[in-house]
């Protein structure tokens, strides 16, 4: 078995999309994808985007991609690297991609002197809890999340 990870591509936007509704569905979710193919093709590898993402294959086939992008600690004074999405297909799972999809992200971090990494993660997805805590991450119970969108966006910013 042959685990690769590499800079996704514009020609990558169907199969993105294609994982993006697989990780909603396993999420319980599908009805929260609005995006298409050609929207991700362009938001993700426009000139202007701000975000990266990378494939994994396994022995040739795309089995799996994360999103990130740069954040920015000011207690640190130092940059970040947020996780948007790590997503490998459930019949590739348990064989060592997402472990090593991390890993990759964890190294680009480590390159780039950001001080640290982050995700979030779905209170019952006891698999992936249990994935970030054999590595060392930490959950950060202290903080809530939260979330301006749709409507209440619009409506917020507002003059």
């Known amino acids: 078995m042959d685990i690769s990870i590499r800079q996704a591509r514009a020609s990558d936007a169907d199969a993105i999309y294609n994982m993006i509704v697989e990780l909603a569905v396993y999420e319980k979710a599908p009805q929260e994808v609005v995006t298409t193919p050609n929207e991700i093709r362009d938001t993700l590898f426009g000139p202007d985007s701000k975000t990266e993402a ?50 990759h992200i964890a190294q680009l971090a480590v390159q780039r002197k950001c001080g640290r990494l982050e995700w979030v993660v779905l209170d019952w997805n006891q698999p992936a809890i249990d994935f970030y805590l054999s590595i060392g991450a930490q959950p950060q119970s202290e903080w809530i999340r939260y979330r301006l969108n749709g409507d209440a966006l619009a409506k917020f910013a507002e003059n």
């Open 54 to 103: 990378l494939i994994c294959e396994i022995d040739g086939k795309t089995v799996g991609y994360a999103v990130f992008f740069s954040s920015y600690s000011t207690w640190l004074g130092r940059n970040g690297i947020f996780m948007e999405d790590l997503y490998i297909s459930p019949e590739y799972r348990s064989r060592g991609a997402g472990k090593a999809m991390l890993k």
